[in-house]
């Protein structure tokens, strides 16, 4: 698929702007970059997140849910009132005897409704260029070790489609709610660079 497109990564004549004006607030003593870097960390991985969480743990729960996010992931997310920009096109991809991880290699789609604001790392020119060609060993430098036999299959971000992962459902939660589920569900882990979290005990 073409990356003929405006690409959302930080060198964008928009995040520059922003930057700058960071940057000029910041001088003046108008603005404290550790408050606005908390803020950032929380839209990056709480709030924002939890959109897919609540994705994810809903196909755990509803295999009638599952079933139409695998068919069709724009119509069942949106369903849920995830749309906006960055995820008007989407495709699920489902962890079972193959473990998916998402990229975008050209520049840093990324579904915004439904993950929040991207990492970092994704944006980086070294994640985005050898997660295609050595995906075992940058998932390793995230402390996921996978078993050898475990197949691994990259999938590449597009301005006309973009990918969330459904990790594997972890044992040990049968009975659980969507909303305890959810809190199993990290950004990571729907990129595809962690495994859902495991449970530390009996839900509340």
Known sequence: MSHDHDHDNEL??????????????????????AAIDVIVDTYETK??????ARVVAKAWNDPAYAEWLKRDATAAIASLGYTGRQGEHMQAVFNTETHNLVVCTLCS???WSVLGLPPVWYKAPPYRSR???????VLEEFGLILPAEKKIRVWDS????RYLVVP?????????SEEQLAGLVSRDAMIGTALAKEPEGEPA
Request: charged share 25%; glycine share 12%.
């Open 47 to 52: 709030i924002g997140p939890r959109n897919g």
């Open 168 to 176: 594997m459902r972890p044992k040990g939660t049968e009975g659980w």
């Open 12 to 33: 964008d004549p928009f995040a520059a702007r922003v930057r700058a004006l960071e940057t000029i607030l910041t001088q003046k003593g108008l603005i404290d970059p």
């Open 109 to 111: 789609c990324y579904p």
């Open 158 to 161: 597009t301005a006309e489609l």
């Open 131 to 137: 997660a295609v060609i050595d995906p075992r060993g």
